[in-house]
């Protein structure tokens, strides 16, 4: 699970140090900066696991892409050209490694220590754009209970030449600290070749480890962007199985033809929740065809059935949301922009109780940009009800944005046991109680007119 995540000097953001929990909620007005920290992920995610991962930045624009980024200038805060853009993440690795570490020129026996998940991996980068864009400095630690276990640093020290520091303080009597010149990073998360085939073993295992631990965190981010793909009247069956639902929604449907053609678990599942959001009386995806190649999704409401075409826009938006909660892979990162989009009051706030399902029964984490105040407001309600008893302020953290003179700016909403917010934010969610108050007082006045002409 992402516990951390920093930025300088990406788009808006001049800086940024925000901690995660399993649901992390962004609110705040537009153009204030939310999507930015989704998308700083994204961004890392396209150049990592991208067509070209040598790239040291992949700016986007194809269709493989999350974002079309646009150039180095269009990215850094200010559109200042000589400032470096840095991002910095901390996680729980997937697995664990046993070490060997031998001190140089020191008879000792060996060591043996295990990196498991209590333990965290802080990955750090920084940009600049020089000749082309470079990576700066790169680099990794393990943090167990907030103390540098090994430090593997690359930094650019002079005309594109780099210089790598390995620490190791396994022991803190025997520290192990090497410096010399290595060519330049392999990506914008491998390590220079040197360090990864030349380098004693112990090391080379370090730079693996931090690798691979990187590339499961990558995969493991999932994308649902703010305008899913419309409905269609039918939809063809390749005989393919997707496994991921694409950012716009794409595959949602082919998902559930392939559960109703199999165990119909996750089918039966999108269904539960669709009647829970009230959005349904029944829903299913059923052949038309003899040779079931083509199917047509339906929808029964209010004891009518209908394509899913003939339908409020609200359920086809809705159901990419509700089916990739239920299908991601346990450990999943899902970032979700809007997942309120079209849907009733009613069904936003049974949302929130399906965010709460999702990271609670499915083990997900979720980092979500809303603009609903109906989302929060059952949130709140459950960590006052204490039900489930995974709603606690410990594992649901809220965000406001607002835009500033140095660029966004950030405040932590700090919730209680008993769900009250106690640092309310000015522009929060609007102004209710205000324009309350303005209209029971021009009501009053305006009685006071007509009662004096009268």
């Avoid at 559109?79 to 008879?107: E, F, R, Y």
């Avoid at 040197?194 to 080379?204: L, S």
């Avoid at 005989?239 to 559930?256: C, F, Q, R, V, Y």
Wanted: net charge negative.
């Amino acid at each position: 699970m992402l516990r951390k995540i920093s930025l300088q000097n990406f788009k808006c953001w001049q800086a940024l140090d925000i901690d995660l929990a399993p649901i992390t909620l962004f609110f705040g007005s537009n153009s204030s900066g939310k999507t930015a920290i989704l998308q700083s992920l994204l961004m890392l995610k396209q150049t990592a696991r991208g067509f070209d991962p040598k790239q040291h930045i992949n700016f986007g624009g194809s269709d493989r892409d999350y974002f079309d980024l646009g150039s180095y200038r269009d990215l850094v805060w200010g559109h200042q050209i000589d400032t470096k853009v840095g991002l910095t993440l901390q996680w729980n690795p997937d697995s664990g490694i046993d070490w060997q570490t031998h001190v140089a020129g020191m008879a000792r026996p060996v060591l043996r220590r295990r990196i498991d998940s209590s333990m965290f991996i802080e990955y750090a980068i920084n940009w600049r754009l020089l000749d082309n864009i470079r990576i700066e400095n790169l680099s990794y630690r393990t943090l167990p209970s907030g103390t540098s276990a090994e430090n593997v640093r690359v930094e650019i020290i002079e005309n594109g030449r780099y210089a790598a520091t390995i620490q190791k303080d396994f022991d803190d009597e025997y520290p192990f600290v090497q410096k010399e010149p290595v060519s330049t990073p392999e990506s914008c998360y491998v390590l220079p070749r040197e360090i990864v085939t030349d380098y004693p073993i112990d090391v080379r295992r370090l730079a693996r480890f931090y690798a691979r631990e990187f590339e499961k965190l990558m995969d493991s981010v999932l994308y649902l962007g703010p305008v899913r793909q419309r409905p269609e009247r039918h939809y063809l069956w390749t005989g393919n199985e997707p496994k991921l639902i694409e950012p716009s929604g794409i595959n949602t449907i082919e998902m559930l033809i392939s559960s109703a053609r199999s165990d119909y678990t996750l089918l039966a599942k999108v269904q539960e929740k669709l009647k829970l959001l009230a959005l349904v009386d029944s829903f299913d995806v059923k052949p038309i065809d003899k040779n079931e190649r083509r199917y047509e999704a339906t929808a029964t409401i209010g004891g009518v059935q209908s394509s899913l075409v003939n339908v409020g826009f609200g359920l086809s938006q809705a159901l990419p949301v509700i089916t990739m909660l239920l299908s991601a892979p346990a450990g999943s990162i899902v970032l979700l922009e809007q997942p309120e989009l079209h849907l009733h009051p009613n069904a936003q706030s049974a949302l929130a109780d399906l965010l709460l399902y999702a990271a609670e029964q499915c083990g997900l984490q979720l980092i979500v940009e809303s603009h609903s105040e109906h989302i929060l407001r059952r949130l709140q309600r459950r960590v006052a009800e204490a039900q489930p008893a995974f709603a606690t302020p410990a594992n649901i953290k809220m965000y406001f944005c607002q835009t500033g003179d140095a660029g966004s700016a950030i405040s932590e909403v700090e919730i209680d046991r008993f769900g009250q917010i106690g640092n309310w934010p000015e522009k929060f969610l609007g102004d209710i109680s205000e324009d309350i108050h303005s209209m029971s007082r021009a009501a009053f006045e305006r009685l006071h007119r007509e009662s004096v002409r009268a």
